[in-house]
């Protein structure tokens, strides 16, 4: 499809594992964010990247949490040692050149044991 | 403090009759707005936005109005349809290249037939 496909769709995990959710967006968009939501919340920024650089990093919770891109496309978002609180479904949108709007995924759907 | 709010978690309306949801923002620098509206297990979908140089925009069904000075909008549904029942997220940014998306907490519509 020509959507932000995001894989998986659901991860389960023991706390204190190491997570990495991808992120493919949609061709041609240079601009790629990733957000999360948790349970009644709304969506909560967490980074952004022009091409593969990342010029707002402001969302990111902790040093557990980082991102990577690569090529300009495919995102890879990386939780190390997860905590309980990191459950939460995590959701990456892109958009061209980081004009609005943004055009999101289906998300996956994170749940520490 | 959250700068963007969705006061009202919830909204019940009759087919055919008229949706109004209701945002306010804290953050004079906001000048983009956008509402999404959101399936379960999906991600959100763009539906409408507006500039701060404009105080209405209409697409269809959907028409989204913007009263600056008291920093609110609200989107208007007519007629509401139960493919319309999600939920629906205000959204706001800086007219920048690349900047987040601050969103509210969500209402849910629930459209009866």
């Known amino acids: 499809g020509a959507g932000v496909s995001q894989s998986p769709s659901n991860k389960v995990t023991e706390k204190g594992k190491d997570v990495e959710l991808r992120c493919d967006p949609i061709?041609?968009?240079?601009?790629l964010y990733w957000y999360r939501q948790s349970l009644g919340q709304g969506l909560e920024f967490l980074i952004y990247f022009q091409g593969n650089s990342a010029p707002d990093k402001s969302g990111l919770p902790s040093d557990r949490f980082s991102a990577e891109r690569t090529g300009g496309s495919v995102s890879t978002l990386t939780i190390q040692r997860t905590q309980q609180e990191d459950s939460a479904v995590y959701l990456c949108?892109?958009?061209?050149?980081?004009?609005?709007?943004?055009?999101f995924g289906d998300g996956t759907r994170l749940s520490i044991l | 403090d959250q700068q963007v709010k969705q006061n009202s978690p919830s909204l019940s309306v009759q087919e055919g009759r008229i949706s109004i949801l209701n945002c306010d923002y804290t953050?004079?620098?906001?000048?983009?707005f956008l509402w999404y509206k959101k399936y379960p297990a999906e991600g959100p979908t763009f539906l409408i936005s507006i500039s701060s140089i404009k105080d209405k925009n209409e697409d269809g069904r959907f028409t989204v109005f913007l009263n600056k000075s008291a920093k609110h909008l609200s989107l208007h549904i007519v007629p509401s349809q139960p493919g319309d029942s999600a939920v629906y997220f205000c959204a706001a940014s800086a007219r920048q290249a690349g900047t987040a998306l601050i969103f509210g907490k969500g209402t849910t519509l629930s459209v009866s037939s």
């Open positions: 953050n004079s620098m906001f000048d983009y």
């Open positions: 949108a892109s958009s061209p050149q980081g004009h609005q709007p943004q055009h």
């Open positions: 061709s041609g968009h240079t601009a």
